[in-house]
């Protein structure tokens, strides 16, 4: 490039990913915890770390405190840990909460792909906390950046009543093929892939830019296959191709989608458009032509399609105690409020599982955790450790469906604060709608970029900021009616904004009314769809007011945020 010619950030990253695969340069990762942060080139902070699952920690005050849509960091790492699948090991989650507890002040987040997330890590510390890992079989890699990332599936693999395939070693052969492969090292922008034989889709095929979902054909079983879908400040649902992929195709058929996206040149020309749904959105694909594609790189045909039946509203949460196919054995999982979980708490549940069941724990799309293999004699111990531990295995709905992204505490594109607002909100509509049994997805993204998955809740709250007696706040912005499965739809945006201190009235007002006008069994997706944003806003508002246009993002789409 001609030194006369400024690069776009985009352009340098491109270059960046071109001249060194950060995966074989650990080396200059310990050489800067000798040296100390001050040692850390710019590359690194802002590129090369992401894809060993590190990035930089924002200061607590998230985009208003920098320029171009992202804040100012702190010397401190967020370190995301993959977890294919979201299966764990007793020994595995004590040796997380023991890094939680030694270098990351005792506190961590199970994420909406099954990861688990700690920060304050300092560089000092940051080739201990991987070696700690490796040694206990987990990694780091792969888990933010231009890569594959953590492979998602259903935490009840292999023991679920109801699945029609264990997709369990799909996942980890899946991961194998992926995490640390300099083939698959500098894609356009992440990449995410969902493999599940599960009957209720609790890992959201349909939101990954590849969705494989277990049907059978007669006797046989295979799967399903979805592409493009991805939420963020564009949503788009994942495109069914006309495709049967038998379980020995996966592989073959997940390696010809990622070279598709990695070869696609023009995603490369604006990281703001760089995820594979944009061949659908900006470019004409359509899913014909994908699978065509598809076929002549993989060098085979696929067979055609099969009836499928998505699941009709299920709750996706595993919270609760349910018993599993294999006879007198049960899982038990417990409401992790907004995801976040302390080092005592992974280390009592890490003992129970290991003192009461198989050593199994299984962490869920919803934030939650689940101990599997429990026989019913240690069902109460189970319960009641970890009820006392913080872990409710019963709790309200509004415990249960709060979904939030990290925030403002920790991320720097972030516009409002979100996990202490998470459970405030919870806690206040507890105490203000005691009794209400209806499971509701309500959903909290501190920004546009939908780390919360926002698009697909029954209530999404995007978080805004107003200006209120000349100083600005965080405000929310409402969307409704987003739902996956059968009646899967992407939330309407209704116009109503309001300050985070009011939202649990517009919530109250508006699930009170549901509560007067549902019809019999008529869900709050159901409910919601019966009415205009007009009338939806009235409801929220407790008045008719005008519309508030939704703002648009504030900056250029980040680097390595999760959704």
Known sequence: MGSDVKETKGQRIERLKREK???????????????????????????????????????????VGGTGGEGRALPYFMVRIRIPGGRLLAHQVRTIGEVVRKYARGVADITVRQNIQLHWVRIEDLPEVLDNLWRCGLTTMGSCG??????????????????????STLVAEANRQFAGNSEFYNLPRKFKICITGCNAWCSYPEINDVGLTAVRRGAEVGFSLRVAGGLSTDPHLGRRLNAFVL????????????????????????????????????????????QEELHRRIGFELAPAVPEDPPDDIYRDHVGIHPQKQAGYYYVGASVLRGRITAEQLQAAADLAETYAGGELRTTNMQNLLIVNVR???????????????????????????????????????????????????????????????????????????????WIADLGLEGKKIKQDGRLID??????????????????????????????????????????????????????????????????????ISAVERDTSPGPIPHGVEG
């Not at 996966?250 to 990281?271: K, N, Q, T, Y």
């Not at 309407?492 to 919530?507: F, H, K, L, N, T």
């Not at 008529?522 to 009235?538: D, G, V």
């Open 146 to 167: 231009d890569d594959v990332r953590n492979i998602a599936g259903c935490p009840l693999a292999g023991v679920d009543a109801d699945e029609v395939f264990d997709a």
């Open 376 to 454: 019913e004699r240690n069902l109460p111990a189970v319960s009641n450790g970890l009820a006392s531990a913080g872990l409710e295995v019963a709790g309200s709905p509004f415990r249960r469906g709060v979904i939030a992204c990290s925030g403002t505490e920790f991320c720097k594109v972030a516009i409002t604060e979100t996990k202490s607002f998470a459970r405030w909100l919870a806690e206040e509509l507890d105490e203000r709608l005691p009794g209400f049994e209806q499971h509701l997805k309500l959903h909290i993204t501190g920004c546009p970029n939908s780390c919360g998955q926002h």
């Open 21 to 63: 695969n950060a995966w074989e340069c650990l080396d200059e990762i310990r050489a800067f915890a000798r040296e100390g942060h001050g040692s850390i080139p710019p590359e690194w902070l802002g590129t090369y770390f992401r894809f060993w699952g590190v990035y930089t920690q924002g200061d607590g005050v998230g985009a």
């Open 247 to 290: 379980p020995h195709q996966v592989l073959p058929v997940l390696g010809g989608i990622a070279r598709i996206f990695r070869d696609s040149d023009v995603l490369r020309e604006s990281r703001e458009r760089a995820r594979l749904k944009f061949l659908f959105l900006k470019h004409g694909w359509t899913p014909e032509e994908f």
């Open 475 to 544: 405000a929310y912005y409402f969307c409704v009616g987003g739902a996956v499965g059968k009646n899967q739809a992407i939330a309407r945006p209704v116009g109503y904004r309001c300050p985070a201190g009011e939202v649990p009235d517009a919530i109250e007002r508006l699930l009170t009314y549901y509560l007067a006008a549902r019809g019999p069994g008529e869900n709050l997706r159901q409910f919601f769809s019966r009415y205009s944003p007009e009338e939806i806003r009235t409801f929220l508002a407790g008045a008719a």
